[in-house]
């Protein structure tokens, strides 16, 4: 077993003997497909969380297709009834093994609201009907599994397994949790892109291997008894937070001078003579990657993360500097009187093989059994194309990175393009308009480090932060042609971008943002500063306000010489870690400033294996090396404290205004108060005392402290999962947002200047998965 990197076989080159498969018009979903197709039984059938879509932006349907083209039979089970095993017969025993996801978001991020509430819809469900899929998901589908085909093979993949598949601080239960594999049960666990681990251990299974002795794939994580370790690896100790360095030995003060040169000298041979090696540098760099590609890094139990906030912190930073597929090494992790055992993440795919996945037959259409039934998440995505996946950007909020990596894949302009023309030829509905060209990122578009040698070497957490690295391309070129030969496909009237723009790069091409601003923005541009004051950016790992500001300068400029009235829709995220009350003030007091009236509130919400999660949990750092004595990160966990941090955002909204004249007569900062322009909220109004004084004997009724008790009714989205309803950001008297920039306006909600009325509404930008256009489609 090694996790050197050897030459790779391509994920379409088939084994001898093996062929391609017919594809289907569907994947089976029942055995009566299953006869009209002549099979008697199913290679592979997975299971999971989602409504089946026969479409590329579902992980699913992606790898299903896939496994297709590699020559098995592939069935699916979607969203089946989880309180029993019967749902789990329903195609019969596979002939190799069941492989089991939750879907395309981690079910609980799908179930759960920022506040812990149940979602009562479910973007992924036909009709959106919530409820659909337990808690945990993955964990309850590998045991049903087991329960109904005891012995069967069982592979856990998707989003969930992803960010659970080390010891990971759980937001719901408030606690830690183990690693998805003790509780699934499963004998392999595929994280990250996971196409070319799946092919390679579908073949060895299908050749006869166990897939639980399956040990030295890439992309894959297992248990195994505790101290368990392949011949010829070594192990480095990384369990134990503050861990010396080599130690020299205390020279005896009061020895003489001979003796203390022979205790200095006592590792040099008696005759003082050393060999003399000259090994070239190539030679030196060999035997240096073959010893690290042979080295698996002991993190801290899971009973001693569950206890040790520092050593949590430390695991997490860990994993996170472990993540290059260049250089990053194994891990292991006890739980128990088992280890987990994690190879490195998966290489990436080539274009060519990106090419391959995304060509495969697809009948871009819901399964014919869901009848007319409206699935939200394909309503999104119908008309978007993925163009790319992975992020260097390394936002901490985000889980974009943890699951798809830093590393760019692209597609080429031919499967692109051609793709395009699938849309307008075969799905219903089509007007002419794509919806999006994107992936997790509008515009990463091949952009990679300039030298492949040095991306191999990195471990830098992001290419951007602090500043955008000097050995990264930001040639935006490439981008901008696809967007002009896409323009130019007959049937297609118009391109907009629905996904979230980097516009720190954006800025670093001018051609792209006029290429953008002039062609492929219908009205409104989604943007994501998050913040303005650099306490919370720098736990973010985003840009200052100044890159924004550049930006919005330069889409005004383009906007104007295109003779378009545009708007951009800034994001922004209250409660994150590192922010403080003074934080989300200035932010107020900026967007009151730039006339922005936030009508979503997007509240951070801890998520599996985040970064900024781990600050929330431990309240340390994991962005620098963690210690006992490590700095501090404030948290925001009081309710009311999170309620005040939202209703900034939303200080426009007279709902707030009690809380906020609260908080604001707390921080000394009552001058804030009145009908100034240079101040943030009116004083309290004759209607507002007179709702607010006591009436008989009502209980709970107005008087001194009163206000702290009015809640913010402002409608609260995750942090990391932006605007899921996809609504534009709209003034208190229900006017979409003004121009950035534009006159301030009054406190009574009247009409913004240079507004555009029916414009398109912004792409939602999700977190673990959730469609967005094409805006984040992880697998």
Same mark, same amino acid.
């Given at each position: 077993?090694?996790?050197?990197?050897?030459?790779?076989?391509?994920?379409?080159?088939?084994?001898?003997?093996?062929?391609?498969?017919?594809?289907?018009?569907?994947?089976?979903?029942?055995?009566? %497909?299953?006869?009209?197709l002549?099979?008697?039984?199913?290679?592979?059938?997975? *299971?999971?969380?989602?409504?089946?879509?026969?479409?590329?932006?579902?992980?699913?349907?992606?790898?299903?297709?896939l496994?297709?083209?590699?020559?098995?039979?592939v069935?699916?089970?979607?969203?089946?009834?989880?309180?029993?095993?019967?749902?789990?017969?329903?195609?019969?025993?596979?002939?190799?093994?069941?492989?089991?996801?939750?879907?395309?978001?981690?079910?609980?991020?799908?179930?759960?609201?920022?506040?812990?509430?149940?979602?009562?819809?479910?973007?992924?469900?036909? !009709?959106? *009907?919530?409820?659909?899929?337990?808690?945990?998901? @993955?964990?309850?589908?590998?045991?049903?599994?087991?329960?109904?085909?005891?012995?069967?093979?069982i592979?856990?993949?998707?989003?969930?397994?992803?960010?659970?598949?080390?010891?990971?601080?759980?937001?719901?239960? $408030?606690?830690?949790?183990?690693?998805? /594999?003790?509780?699934?049960?499963? $004998? @392999?666990?595929?994280?990250?892109?996971?196409? =070319?681990a799946l092919?390679?251990?579908?073949?060895?299974v299908?050749a006869?291997?166990?897939?639980?002795e399956i040990?030295?794939?890439?992309?894959?994580a297992?248990?195994?008894?505790?101290?368990?370790?392949p011949?010829?690896?070594?192990?480095?100790?990384s369990?134990?937070?503050?861990?010396p360095?080599?130690?020299?030995?205390?020279?005896n003060?009061?020895?003489?001078?001979?003796?203390?040169?022979?205790?200095?000298?006592?590792?040099?041979?008696?005759?003082?003579?050393?060999?003399? =090696?000259?090994?070239?540098?190539?030679?030196?760099?060999?035997?240096?990657?073959?010893?690290?590609?042979?080295?698996?890094?002991?993190?801290?139990?899971?009973?001693?993360?569950?206890? $040790?906030?520092?050593?949590?912190?430390?695991?997490? =930073?860990?994993?996170?500097l472990?993540?290059?597929?260049?250089?990053?090494?194994?891990?292991?992790q006890?739980?128990? %009187?088992? $280890?987990?055992?994690?190879?490195?993440?998966?290489?990436?795919?080539?274009?060519?093989?990106?090419?391959?996945?995304?060509d495969?037959?697809?009948?871009?259409?819901?399964?014919?059994?869901?009848?007319?039934?409206?699935?939200?998440?394909?309503?999104?995505?119908?008309?978007?194309?993925?163009?790319?996946?992975?992020?260097?950007?390394?936002c901490?909020?985000?889980?974009?990175?943890?699951?798809?990596g830093?590393?760019?894949?692209?597609?080429?302009?031919?499967?692109?393009?051609?793709?395009?023309?699938?849309?307008?030829?075969?799905?219903?509905?089509?007007?002419?308009?794509?919806?999006?060209?994107?992936?997790?990122?509008?515009?990463?578009?091949?952009?990679?480090?300039?030298?492949?040698?040095?991306?191999?070497?990195? =471990?830098? /957490?992001?290419c951007?932060y602090p500043?955008?690295?000097?050995n990264?391309n930001?040639?935006?070129?490439?981008?901008?042609?696809?967007y002009?030969?896409?323009?130019?496909?007959?049937?297609?009237?118009?391109?907009?971008?629905?996904?979230?723009?980097?516009?720190?790069?954006?800025?670093?091409?001018?051609?792209?943002?006029?290429?953008?601003?002039?062609?492929?923005?219908?009205?409104?541009?989604?943007?994501?500063? %998050?913040?303005?004051?650099?306490?919370?950016?720098?736990?973010?790992?985003?840009?200052?306000?100044?890159?924004?500001?550049?930006?919005?300068?330069?889409?005004?400029?383009?906007?104007?010489?295109?003779?378009? +009235?545009?708007?951009?829709?800034?994001?922004?995220?209250?409660?994150?870690?590192?922010?403080?009350?003074?934080?989300? /003030?200035?932010?107020?007091?900026?967007l009151?400033?730039?006339?922005?009236?936030?009508?979503?509130v997007?509240?951070?919400?801890?998520?599996?294996?985040a970064?900024?999660?781990?600050?929330?949990?431990?309240?340390?750092?994991?962005?620098?090396?963690?210690?006992?004595?490590?700095?501090? *990160?404030?948290?925001?966990?009081?309710?009311?404290?999170?309620?005040?941090? +939202?209703?900034?955002?939303?200080?426009?909204?007279?709902?707030?205004?009690?809380? /906020?004249?609260?908080?604001?007569?707390?921080?000394?900062r009552?001058?804030?108060?009145?009908p100034?322009q240079?101040?943030?909220?009116?004083? %309290?109004?004759?209607?507002?005392?007179?709702?607010?004084?006591?009436?008989?004997?009502?209980?709970?009724?107005?008087?001194?402290?009163?206000?702290?008790?009015?809640?913010?009714? !402002?409608?609260?989205?995750?942090?990391?999962?932006?605007?899921?309803?996809?609504?534009?950001?709209?003034?208190?008297?229900?006017?979409?947002?003004?121009?950035?920039?534009?006159?301030?306006?009054?406190?009574?909600?009247?009409k913004?200047?240079?507004?555009?009325?029916?414009?398109?509404?912004?792409?939602?930008?999700?977190?673990?998965?959730?469609?967005?256009?094409?805006?984040k489609?992880?697998?």
């Open positions: 077993m090694s996790s050197v990197q050897a030459p790779l076989t391509p994920i379409y080159q088939l084994p001898a003997g093996m062929q391609a498969r017919q594809p289907a018009p569907f994947l089976p979903m029942s055995r009566k %497909e299953m006869d009209a002549g099979w008697d039984e199913c290679d592979i059938i997975i *299971v999971t969380g989602d409504a089946y879509i026969d479409h590329p932006s579902f992980g699913m349907a992606l790898l299903g297709r496994l297709e083209a590699q020559g098995f039979r069935g699916v089970i979607s969203q089946p009834d989880w309180t029993s095993a019967e749902d789990f017969k329903q195609l019969g025993k596979p002939r190799l093994y069941f492989g089991v996801t939750a879907g395309n978001m981690d079910s609980m991020i799908n179930r759960y609201t920022a506040d812990k509430k149940p979602r009562s819809d479910d973007a992924y469900t036909a !009709g959106g *009907v919530a409820g659909k899929r337990p808690d945990r998901a @993955l964990n309850v589908y590998c045991q049903r599994c087991r329960e109904a085909y005891p012995g069967v093979q592979m856990a993949g998707g989003i969930e397994a992803s960010l659970r598949r080390i010891a990971q601080y759980d937001y719901w239960s $408030d606690k830690i949790r183990q690693s998805a /594999l003790i509780y699934s049960k499963a $004998d @392999l666990l595929l994280y990250g892109n996971a196409e =070319r092919v390679e251990v579908t073949q060895r299908a006869g291997e166990k897939m639980s040990r030295d794939v890439r992309g894959t297992f248990l195994v008894p505790q101290g368990w370790r011949e010829g690896w070594v192990e480095m100790d369990s134990v937070v503050d861990n360095g080599k130690i020299d030995p205390l020279i003060p009061y020895a003489d001078e001979s003796e203390r040169q022979q205790s200095a000298q006592s590792d040099t041979p008696k005759d003082g003579a050393q060999p003399i =090696r000259i090994v070239s540098r190539e030679a030196r760099l060999a035997a240096r990657r073959e010893i690290r590609g042979r080295t698996v890094i002991r993190i801290p139990s899971f009973e001693t993360v569950t206890y $040790d906030p520092v050593s949590y912190a430390h695991a997490s =930073r860990t994993l996170h472990e993540s290059n597929p260049g250089n990053a090494r194994a891990l292991v006890q739980h128990g %009187e088992r $280890d987990v055992w994690i190879n490195p993440p998966p290489i990436p795919l080539k274009t060519d093989e990106m090419d391959y996945v995304f495969q037959y697809f009948a871009r259409n819901p399964h014919p059994s869901y009848g007319q039934q409206v699935i939200p998440a394909w309503d999104m995505i119908r008309f978007s194309i993925n163009i790319m996946r992975g992020c260097f950007g390394g901490t909020f985000c889980s974009i990175t943890e699951h798809e830093r590393v760019i894949q692209s597609r080429s302009e031919d499967s692109i393009l051609r793709e395009i023309e699938e849309i307008r030829d075969k799905t219903a509905g089509f007007t002419g308009h794509i919806s999006d060209l994107g992936g997790p990122t509008a515009n990463m578009y091949r952009l990679a480090c300039k030298d492949p040698a040095i991306e191999r070497s990195c =471990r830098r /957490l992001s951007v500043g955008i690295c000097e990264l930001t040639d935006h070129s490439s981008l901008i042609q696809l002009r030969k896409a323009r130019k496909i007959p049937g297609v009237k118009k391109i907009t971008i629905g996904s979230g723009l980097r516009y720190d790069l954006a800025v670093e091409s001018p051609e792209y943002v006029k290429e953008l601003v002039t062609h492929h923005v219908s009205g409104y541009l989604k943007i994501a500063p %998050e913040h303005t004051e650099e306490g919370p950016l720098s736990k973010m790992m985003k840009p200052g306000i100044g890159t924004f500001e550049r930006f919005k300068d330069m889409f005004d400029h383009y906007s104007k010489l295109a003779g378009k +009235k545009q708007y951009l829709i800034p994001y922004f995220i209250a409660a994150h870690p590192g922010t403080s009350d003074e934080d989300m /003030l200035n932010l107020a007091l900026w009151k400033k730039n006339n922005f009236r936030p009508d979503q997007q509240a951070f919400t801890p998520t599996p294996m970064m900024a999660t781990t600050m929330w949990h431990t309240k340390r750092n994991p962005l620098k090396r963690i210690a006992r004595s490590s700095e501090k *990160v404030d948290i925001i966990r009081d309710e009311k404290r999170r309620k005040v941090h +939202k209703a900034f955002l939303r200080y426009h909204d007279p709902k707030n205004w009690p809380l /906020l004249r609260e908080a604001l007569i707390n921080m000394g009552a001058d804030l108060i009145g100034g240079h101040q943030l909220i009116p004083p %309290e109004s004759a209607a507002e005392k007179s709702m607010s004084a006591p009436k008989g004997n009502a209980r709970g009724g107005g008087g001194p402290g009163s206000v702290g008790r009015i809640p913010n009714r !402002g409608k609260a989205t995750n942090g990391n999962q932006r605007n899921t309803t996809g609504a534009i950001p709209r003034n208190i008297a229900g006017k979409p947002l003004a121009k950035a920039g534009g006159p301030a306006s009054n406190f009574a909600g009247s913004p200047a240079n507004n555009k009325a029916g414009a398109k509404p912004a792409s939602p930008r999700p977190a673990a998965g959730k469609p967005a256009g094409s805006a489609k992880p697998r």
